[in-house]
């Protein structure tokens, strides 16, 4: 299984465009790569997924390199109810890689006014 | 559309008593439902997974079991509760080979006293 590194914590202001990085090193050929994000007390919720190059929807935006050892996960405009703790999780959609997802411990982010 | 409810929402319960936390999932069929816990400030841990009836996988030794008596009922148990098993308990489920991640219940906050 790919392991995966966040930075512990970010901040940020109201407005602000963020980035988080997670690298995983170890990725395999048909490992996909899923972001998540969780409010205090309540189950993490599904971002955005991704192969490779780039995939963006109405909330984030996901720039995967081409030897996809890392990932950054594009905030635009974040406001303050974008604080919350972030995932970066690496699995195999397609053969049941996904049973085994491990959640590291998560990127911390504090929106400021 | 797929819903996952989980309950009780929040559970006091002391040293040496049982549990039994229930999870079901509507809108789908044959999926994989995971148990999750999380200690406080702290990332996802992977208790159990199930791919079908009666099939059950433990990822941590400890004192909780895990059963699926129906294909969308996922039910996490202990004959008896340790202080160590106080935390934020997650039912999730996913089906195969689709692109949207886990959906994730919101959640049983469990205190043991």
């Known amino acids: 299984l790919a392991k995966t590194t966040q930075p512990i914590s970010m901040d940020s202001y109201e407005g602000q465009e963020v980035n988080i990085t997670c690298s995983h090193n170890?990725?395999?050929?048909?490992?996909?790569i899923t972001w998540y994000q969780q409010f205090p007390s309540q189950g993490p919720r599904f971002i955005i997924q991704?192969?490779?190059t780039k995939v963006t929807n109405e909330v984030a935006s996901l720039f995967i390199p081409a030897d996809r050892k890392s990932s950054t996960l594009s905030l635009p405009r974040v406001s303050l109810s974008d604080t919350a703790v972030y995932y970066c999780l690496v699995g195999d959609l397609a053969t049941g890689g996904y049973n085994k997802l491990i959640f590291g411990a998560g990127t911390r982010l504090a929106v400021h006014p | 559309s797929q819903t996952i409810h989980q309950w009780p929402a929040t559970l006091v319960q002391p040293v040496g008593s049982p549990l039994s936390l229930e999870c079901t999932v509507e809108?789908?069929?044959?999926?994989?439902l995971y148990w999750y816990r999380q200690a406080a400030g702290r990332g996802l841990q992977l208790l159990f997974y199930?791919?079908?009836?009666?099939?059950i996988s433990s990822e941590v030794p400890q004192n909780l079991s895990a059963s699926r008596p129906q294909d969308r009922q996922f039910i996490l148990s202990s004959k008896k509760l340790l202080l160590s098993d106080s935390g934020f308990y997650l039912c999730a489920w996913i089906a195969s080979g689709t692109g949207n991640g886990y959906t994730f219940g919101s959640g049983t906050r469990l205190t043991v006293v």
């Open positions: 991704g192969y490779k």
């Open positions: 199930s791919v079908g009836i009666g099939q």
């Open positions: 170890n990725i395999a050929t048909n490992d996909y």
């Open positions: 809108g789908t069929s044959n999926p994989n």
